[in-house]
């Protein structure tokens, strides 16, 4: 009896609906004030003055996109942790709570935890080409980019959360992360606002997209190692740069599409996406609202949470005119056209992954460093090729 339950599986979720529980609970009674919104979490309110990037033409002609079903299922699995994973029968060796006890060196630079806190800081070259740190800092149940690091065990996450040097050195590696972003860490709570060099690195932040891979990891991780509640304040800040102030207007897609999502307590990420909902423009093409009220039964939406009819904007409550067959030809005939010249067709079941772009070349090697980044350039001409700013972030760097 014992073998037929351990060799039974939670069956996983085939939409991204059934992905998102979201709005699943929502009710009158968790909904908040704007002005409760804009003091909950964050440091900044929202100036007036700020007006966020405007998609130009029509609500007709503006691109038509979708959420990412492996996106979805991938945060799924994490805010479950991770229903259908088995441990590895290996002796458990801690080998990350040994690494922030600074028993060990991470591999394979051979650097101790203790050298990166004390001299890395500010060293932003370092921290920005050396690809194999970040899965140490940040370690997850998951395999990340380099192979040398060893996932986390439920036996060592309660470990590691009773051990207070770890965890001291843990969140130093946060805020060493977040001054690298221009961000700062306020205070024991979670609390973030703008460094003093903010400018200039969110100009680099914007423009060094493979950090977006870094930043999903970070979050995930903090939930991992019993920091849950930073979470929100970090989330919201990202936002309310992207989207209000477009500092990193090029952050808005990763900041909804993922970093909200890490998030465990619905009614936290509701409130981060209802402010969200605010200033995102066009305000048509908002996907990450409550899911819209159908007419029958069959009315549209497949997995990659289009939702609401064949020419509806998404998952937002909020729809666009439905195309004329006409515009829904010569879209169809745009969308082959375009496929065939790029060789590369995303749709919500045949997203490019990682290791489809890595060619298969994951299993570890002597150049680790060179193929990570290879494989970040590899994403985000992916991403260019798609027209918009969303590149996979499936594998956790």
């Not at 014992?2 to 929502?26: F, H, M, Q």
């Not at 009773?162 to 977040?178: H, Q, V």
């Not at 997203?351 to 090697?365: M, W």
Request: charged share 25%; with cysteine.
């Amino acid at each position: 009896m014992g073998n037929l339950i351990g060799s039974w599986r939670l069956k996983e979720p085939s939409t991204v609906e059934e992905c998102d529980s979201t709005w699943g609970s929502d009710s009158e009674s968790d909904e908040t004030g704007e002005d409760d919104i804009s003091s909950e979490t964050g440091r900044f309110s929202s100036d007036p003055g700020d007006s966020s990037p405007q998609l130009r033409g029509s609500p007709e002609s503006a691109p038509k996109m979708k959420r990412s079903f492996y996106a979805a299922r991938d945060l799924y699995k994490y805010r479950h942790s991770y229903p259908n994973y088995k441990e590895s029968r290996q002796p458990n060796e801690y080998r990350n709570l040994r690494f922030y006890l600074n028993k060990i060196p991470l591999v394979p630079d051979g650097i101790y935890i203790e050298e990166i806190l004390t001299k890395w800081r500010g060293d932003y070259d370092k921290l920005e080409h050396n690809h194999t740190y970040i899965q140490w800092l940040f370690p997850l149940r998951e395999q990340g980019l380099n192979f040398y690091a060893q996932e986390l065990t439920q036996d060592e996450i309660k470990e590691f959360q009773s051990t207070r040097e770890a965890k001291r050195r843990f969140l130093a590696a946060y805020s060493l992360m977040l001054d690298f972003y221009g961000i700062k860490l306020l205070d024991k709570s979670g609390n973030v606002g703008r460094a003093s060099n903010w400018q200039e690195r969110f100009q680099h932040l914007n423009e060094s997209q493979h950090n977006y891979l870094r930043i999903t990891r970070i979050l995930k991780s903090l939930g991992e190692l019993g920091y849950e509640a930073f979470k929100p304040p970090l989330v919201r800040l990202l936002l309310e740069e992207s989207l209000c102030h477009a500092t990193v207007p090029n952050m808005q897609h990763s900041a909804l599409e993922y970093y909200v999502y890490t998030i465990r307590l619905p009614a936290s990420r509701r409130r981060l996406l209802r402010y969200a909902r605010q200033h995102y423009r066009p305000a048509h093409a908002f996907l990450w609202g409550p899911q819209p009220k159908r007419r029958g039964a069959g009315g549209g939406g497949g997995s990659g949470g289009g939702g609401g009819g064949g020419g509806g904007a998404g998952s937002s409550g909020i729809r666009a005119p439905a195309p004329t067959p006409e515009q829904q030809r010569k879209g169809e005939e745009s969308a082959v056209a375009t496929a065939t010249a790029t060789g590369i067709m995303v749709s919500s079941r045949g997203a490019l992954t990682c290791q489809d772009l890595a060619g298969g070349e994951g299993k570890g090697s002597a150049a680790l460093g060179s193929k990570i980044a290879g494989l970040e350039g590899a994403l985000m001409m992916a991403g260019a090729r798609g027209g918009r700013n969303e590149y996979s972030e499936m594998v956790p760097l």
